[in-house]
């Protein structure tokens, strides 16, 4: 995650909120790496409490439904699902898509 986020704007990282797996056990050094990014963990069994994260899974199910293996899912089979997202409009960021915000470009006419 660190390799990933570190040198994107500050802006687009202020902060992450995670499940509460013992995967983010290091988050002080999460927060210390990503310009001090602040680390919210939800509640346990409170799903509303990470909306967009939520959201995103049921998107993901379009291509991948619960309980299929993702372990035989290619790089480019991710990618491509992370590329259709990411050029998916929302109505939460005013109908443009995660892609024109993000690279403050316009993809489509509004």
Sequence with gaps: MIKLLQGIDSKFCK????????EFSQH???????????????DPHAPRQRGSNEN???????????????TDATDEEIQGWATKLNARPKK?????TPY??????VLHLI
């Excluded at 902060?15 to 013992?22: L, Q, S």
């Design 92 to 96: 939460c960021l005013n109908w443009k």
């Design 15 to 22: 902060n992450i909120t995670p499940d509460r797996g013992k």
């Design 56 to 70: 995103t899974n049921g998107l993901l199910r379009e291509y991948s439904p619960k309980g299929v293996d993702l």
């Design 28 to 42: 002080a050094r999460l927060t210390e790496e990503l310009n001090n990014a602040q680390i919210y963990f939800p």
């Design 100 to 105: 024109e915000i993000f690279y403050k470009t």
